[in-house]
């Protein structure tokens, strides 16, 4: 069965620094890889995805993510933080040619003016 | 719009009392599933559909049922529902055609059971 772990709680930055936010998976095979963030009272928005190809993906707001496969990782960053970034951030990866996701357990981000 | 919407967004019952959650999209998606978000726990997938009359039971299936007669519709049912269920509850979907398809997700249902 896959899985992800995401180490971080919380994870607080200042505005105007970078961003990072890590997510490490364990599923046989090629995995597919996804961001997902949710703001207050919302529900979860897709933010990109890793499924081949080139290892550096850009997504939604900035943000962009490298798949590693040597160390199973799949990390988000965004090279400038925004206030407007606070919020629950879910890493979540499937089997390569499968529907179900295993989420983590999400990060808080707290971007401090 | 494309969108996923459930319902209702908010719900407090007493333990016992048979409730529906309904779900419905207007992707045309075949897949959809069910997920609980708890506080330190992440999402948990309660049940999936991979199109019309077939569904499957996820990691935390115990005390929910889902029928699927719609493409459109994924309605989760709590027969008898225990504060244990208490939680966010959310719908989504996405199409197993497309190489790794994203999930659409609906709004939430905040359940409260007392």
């Known amino acids: 069965a896959q899985s992800v772990a995401q180490p971080e709680d919380q994870v607080n930055v200042a505005e105007g620094n970078p961003l990072t936010v890590k997510c490490t998976y364990s599923v046989s095979g090629n995995p597919y890889l996804f961001w997902y963030v949710q703001y207050p009272n919302r529900g979860l928005q897709f933010l990109l995805k890793?499924?081949?190809?080139?290892?550096l993906v850009k997504g939604s707001y900035g943000f962009e993510a490298e798949f590693n496969k040597s160390q199973t990782s799949f990390h988000l960053k965004k090279p400038s933080a925004l206030v407007s970034d606070s919020a629950l951030y879910f890493c979540a990866v499937a089997r390569y040619g499968n529907n179900r996701l295993a989420f983590g357990k999400g990060n808080q981000v707290v971007v401090i003016p | 719009e494309a969108q996923v919407t459930q319902n209702p967004r908010y719900l407090i019952t007493v333990t016992g009392k048979k409730l529906t959650v309904t779900c419905s999209q207007n992707?045309?998606?075949?897949?959809m599933s069910w997920y609980r978000q708890d506080p330190g726990l992440g999402l948990r997938q309660i049940y999936y559909?991979?199109?019309?009359?077939?569904?499957d039971k996820g990691d935390v299936p115990e005390g929910y049922k889902v029928s699927r007669k719609e493409k459109r519709n994924f309605p989760l049912i709590l027969e008898s529902p225990s504060p244990n269920q208490t939680s966010l509850y959310f719908c989504?979907?996405?199409?197993?055609?497309?190489?790794?398809?994203?999930?659409?997700f609906g709004p939430g249902t905040r359940l409260t059971v007392t």
């Open positions: 559909s991979m199109n019309v009359e077939v569904t």
């Open positions: 992707m045309n998606h075949e897949y």
């Open positions: 890793y499924i081949t190809g080139d290892n």
């Open positions: 989504a979907s996405s199409d197993p055609g497309l190489a790794g398809g994203e999930q659409y």
